[in-house]
T-cell receptor
Framework: DVKVTQSSRYLVKRTGEKVFLECVQDMDHENMFWYRQDPGLGLRLIYF???????EKGDIPEGYSVSREKKERFSLILESASTNQTSMYLC???????????FGPGTRLTVL | KNEVEQSPQNLTAQEGEFITINCSYS?????LHWLQQHPGGGIVSLFMLSSGKKKHGRLIATINIQEKHSSLHITASHPRDSAVYIC???????????FGAGTILRVKS
């Protein structure tokens, strides 16, 4: 069974902390994505990666960075967490860039 | 910019009813996705279609490329169909998927 896993389902952090969200896929997919999901706004793309060590900004990259050192792992980093980064974060992977994406279970992050 | 709009935003139905969720987009596309998200759960892909119609169990997706419109139908709805349904289409430059805001469906028994 194909799988995308995320390091935490729920996370509570304080303003100013550095936060790491990890995503691992076991499907040997080239493409990996980080989204945030907020009520009424749908899924918004933060960053994506089409190969190891390659990354591209999405629609809302400000305040975030990413790392892809291995094909199966894509990390999202909040350099200095702020309350407006409280959200659901979803990781996804795919073979074809605009093809079917496989999503992780999500991490609900609360920044106090 | 490809605007992807869904309607309705919220939908409540009685068990057994036929349900339709609509999705429209502003820029010509190669394929459109329908996805499902259960409460507290991850997102799963239901369909990816570029023309005509696709069927999986009680779910049917149709697309009209000329009218830039797609519909997701659920026949004989059941409470377990309660979820958020999301459509997604390629962005204007084909460099990402653009997601609709989602339709929250609740099916009552």
């Amino acid at each position: 069974d194909v799988k995308v896993t995320q390091s935490s389902r729920y996370l509570v952090k304080r303003t100013g902390e550095k936060v790491f969200l990890e995503c691992v896929q076991d499907m040997d997919h080239e493409n990996m994505f980080w989204y945030r999901q907020d009520p009424g706004l749908g899924l918004r793309l933060i960053y994506f990666s089409y190969d190891v060590k390659m990354k591209e900004k999405g629609d809302i990259p400000e305040g975030y960075s990413v790392s892809r050192e291995k094909k199966e792992r894509f990390s999202l980093i909040l350099e200095s967490a702020s309350t407006n980064q409280t959200s659901m974060y979803l990781c996804a992977s795919s073979t074809d860039f605009l093809g079917e994406q496989f999503f992780g279970p999500g991490t609900r992050l609360t920044v106090l | 910019k490809n605007e992807v709009e869904q309607s309705p935003q919220n939908l409540t139905a009685q068990e057994g009813e036929f349900i339709t969720i609509n999705c429209s987009y502003s820029v010509g596309i190669s394929a459109l996705h329908w996805l499902q998200q259960h409460p507290g759960g991850g997102i799963v892909s239901l369909f990816m279609l570029s023309s005509g119609k696709k069927k999986h169990g009680r779910l049917i997706a149709t697309i009209n490329i000329q009218e830039k419109h797609s519909s997701l139908h659920i026949t004989a709805s059941h409470p377990r169909d309660s979820a958020v349904y999301i459509c997604a289409a390629p962005g204007e430059y084909g460099n990402k998927l653009v997601f609709g805001a989602g339709t929250i469906l609740r099916v009552k028994s």
